[in-house]
């Protein structure tokens, strides 16, 4: 049986109308060798070794045809796709209708995954939810304001020279996704205030402007 909670959430500044959501109350990660044994319990016929082998198969052969620019339809499962983004630090606005944006860096940044429709109706008829009491759930309004947390970040770069993902949800009061949405948009645009500098788990911001 899977639980759910209600979830109130306003907007990314926490200003505006809330509205009340159903949130899964995730029970816990299963792993490969628990979804191995699963698997293996529909087919005993099959040793767990050959499940084990095939399923990471799937894997990378998935990896190589996406790689080559296939989308993927696994029937009963979904379809699989690349998300790329730009990997530099230019403007995503356009300077006029002639603007070609040439010399621009792209770099995979996930997959999509849209689940077919033999699998939702799967989950239709198997789940059943049960409702985890306790009142609706409210997330914490961040006690600062925008102004307020480019602040605290500019002292903090000031300080140390640059800011981590991490380092600014902590200092900001904020998850990890709502700090990481919030920083893009202070890289973007003639009057950023930051820009960011590395890859990967490397990634830092700094003051935009900045030569360090």
Known sequence: MAKYKLQEMSNLNGVGEKRVFPKLVANRQLNTKEFVDKLHSYNRAVPESIVSAVIADIGTCLGEMLAMGYTVKLDDIGTFSLSLDFDDNKPVEMNGDDDKMLYRKVTVKDVNYK??????????????????????????????????????????????????????????????????????????????????????????WVKAGSNS
């Open 115 to 204: 689940s077919s429709p033999e699998l939702i109706k799967l989950l239709k008829r198997k789940t059943v939810l049960e409702r985890d009491m306790g009142g609706v759930s409210r997330l914490r309004k961040n006690k600062y304001t925008l102004e307020e947390r480019i602040g605290r970040t500019v002292e903090w770069i000031d300080k140390r020279g640059f800011i981590t993902l991490q380092e600014y949800a902590n200092l900001n009061n904020m998850s990890r996704t709502a700090a990481s949405v919030e920083l893009k948009k202070l890289t973007q645009g003639e009057e950023a205030t930051l820009e960011t500098k590395g890859r990967g788990s490397h990634k830092v």
